[in-house]
């Protein structure tokens, strides 16, 4: 079984893990993952019926750009789209 | 009015229908023993008393008219993972603490729509993910049958308040065991309906392919009885397309005929009182007239994993909205909108949530995905391929709820050690198919629950097979 690389893992998850709390996660993830180990192989039907690796993105955590979305907004100030203020109770 | 608490949802019914008491007299004998309880148990987060004396006196008015539903003045408890409009929904979790939601669920609209009347929002582990409320970031329930031990989870909360009387019923969810696990701990009836018989419309996802809501009552008729009132179609959710509705017939304790398999697990860890309690069961059920034989079924040696790998996968696929944007809690200071997601699910998740997001993320990454995800839809194919071969020559199936009664609180404190725990409860929400808790005896003095599951669809026949255990008393 691969490692469990958390740094890595937490960075595609969008979570940040501290120093003092990485020994005790990394025991529960192998312990986990040993746990899910025992499932045998997939059978053709599922690897055929699965969604190609082709089809995803690399696993890599990249800075979020707000370009395009910017582009969409009917308003602007700085960075930010302008909203009425006061428009929505909950 | 003390004596209205311990009465069971028809004999509250028919009572409101006499006039021996007012829906307003009903309402304020729970809210009476929730203030006296909540102390002790703390089995809601959310009390709303001003909300339930209004629709109380609403009930009143209807049932003045002569042609009020059933459930029309009978107080209740949700989930706190189900949306009430203008009431908070916090899934006990510091993420979604002050979260209003400006829409209902439909299981909570249709419930308004009888005249039930809710009185809070019940305690449970953080977004779903625990087996005993002690995953709550606030604070962890008590079983009010021993309040040293855990009352189940994740619907800890609402199963602690139908135990504790302060409700005659509640609505939890379901997806690997968070009904029915409480129920058996707690000594009441859980029902995890066939999976599309109750909208999911407003119930805060954990993994939507498994999510069911469903009932926690004292008795299997009241459990049918609100199934049959959350149950319908719903153009809001597209995998809601059954119904149920309860037959007059099912109650009536005749099971002549019916076949049931006594499910040996793999690997059953069931404390051997519990499997005894169990096999009383089918002998009951053999003296009634029921065919009762042993069946084994090797695929669902595979079940555990296979539901903790797909139900984090698509966990962390579901909480990836909550990056501090759109709703729910923000982290302040934050430079970046990276900054500000990691900042935010770092600070206002707990670590049971944290720990299975990490898992799902891991399950469904490229480098991994072959290993873990794919491994777990096999072994979901097989398992309800396995279902399906043996609901052909068998009606239902019977094994216990949970390897063991309610356990003290604190003990667990791995997560494997608390993931065995769903043993036999995960198979049936990874097939989607009906499974009901009931209790059928006490072991150390805490109860002990044997669980039916039947053929996707066939949640009526769980209902007859129970009413005739409960008639029992076992």
């Known amino acids: 079984m691969a490692p469990f690389d958390i740094d890595s893992i937490a960075g595609l998850a969008r979570l940040t893990v501290s120093d003092g709390e990485k020994a005790a996660l990394a025991e529960d993830m192998a312990a986990i993952l040993a746990f899910a180990a025992t499932l045998p192989e997939a059978d053709p039907y599922t690897e055929e019926a699965a969604l190609p690796l082709s089809a995803l993105r690399e696993d890599e955590a990249a800075d979020s750009d707000p370009a395009p979305l910017l582009c969409a907004a009917p308003k602007l100030r700085e960075d930010a789209f302008t909203v009425p203020s006061g428009g929505i109770s909950l | 009015m003390n004596g209205l608490i311990f009465q069971d949802i028809h004999a509250l019914a028919a009572g409101l229908r006499r006039k021996d008491f007012s829906a307003l007299e009903l309402v304020r004998a729970h809210i009476d023993r929730i203030r006296s309880c909540e102390d002790t148990i703390s089995a809601l987060i959310t009390r709303t008393e001003e909300l339930a004396l209004s629709r109380a006196a609403a009930a009143d008015a209807r049932l003045a008219g002569g042609d009020a539903p059933l459930l029309c003045g009978i107080p209740f408890v949700l989930k706190d993972n189900i949306c009430t409009e203008g009431i908070p929904t916090t899934c006990a979790s510091r993420m979604l603490a002050d979260y209003i939601p400006p829409y209902s669920a439909t299981v909570y609209a249709r419930l308004q729509a009888a005249g039930a009347v809710l009185l809070g929002k019940g305690n449970m582990d953080e977004f779903s993910m625990g087996s005993s409320t002690e995953n709550s970031a606030f604070y962890p329930t008590r079983n009010p049958l021993d309040i040293s031990r855990v009352p189940g989870g994740s619907s800890g909360g609402p199963a602690a308040a139908v135990a504790a009387y302060e409700v ?307």
């Open chain 2, 168 to 474: 005659p019923f509640a609505l939890g969810s379901d997806t690997g065991g968070s009904i029915r696990q409480p129920a058996a701990f707690c000594g009441l009836v859980g029902m995890k309906p066939t999976y599309g018989t109750v909208s999911r419309h407003g119930l805060v996802a954990f993994a939507s392919s498994l999510d069911q809501i469903g009932p926690l009552t004292r008795t299997v008729q009241d459990n049918a009885a609100v199934l049959s009132c959350i149950s319908a179609p719903d153009g809001r959710d597209a995998t809601a397309n059954r119904t149920f509705a309860a037959a007059k017939d099912l109650f009536s304790g005749d099971i002549r005929g019916i076949s049931v398999g006594l499910l040996r697990f793999p690997g059953d860890a069931a404390d051997p009182a519990i499997r005894a309690a169990v096999e009383s069961v089918a002998a009951v059920l053999a003296d009634r007239g029921a065919q009762v034989r042993e069946v084994r079924l090797p695929a669902l040696s595979d079940a555990l994993p296979a539901y903790y790998i797909l139900s984090s996968a698509e966990a962390s696929a579901n909480l990836a909205r909550y990056d501090g944007v759109r709703y729910g809690a923000r982290a302040e200071g934050a430079a970046s909108p990276d900054e500000l997601f990691c900042s935010t699910r770092s600070t206002y998740f707990g670590p049971e949530v944290r720990r299975r997001i990490l898992l799902g993320t891991y399950a469904l990454s490229a480098g991994h995905r072959d290993a873990f995800y794919l491994r777990a839809q096999s072994a979901a194919r097989r398992i309800r391929a396995a279902f399906a071969e043996i609901f052909a020559t068998c009606d239902c199936l019977l094994c216990p709820t949970t390897p063991t009664v309610a356990f003290p609180a604190g003990e667990k404190s791995d997560p494997v050690s608390m993931y065995r725990g769903d043993l036999f409860t995960v198979p049936a929400s990874l097939a989607g198919i009906p499974a009901l808790s009931l209790p059928c005896g006490t072991a150390d003095g805490l109860p002990v629950a044997a669980q039916l599951m039947a053929a996707e669809g066939n949640d009526g026949l769980l209902y007859r097979l129970a009413a005739a255990i409960e008639e029992v008393r076992i």
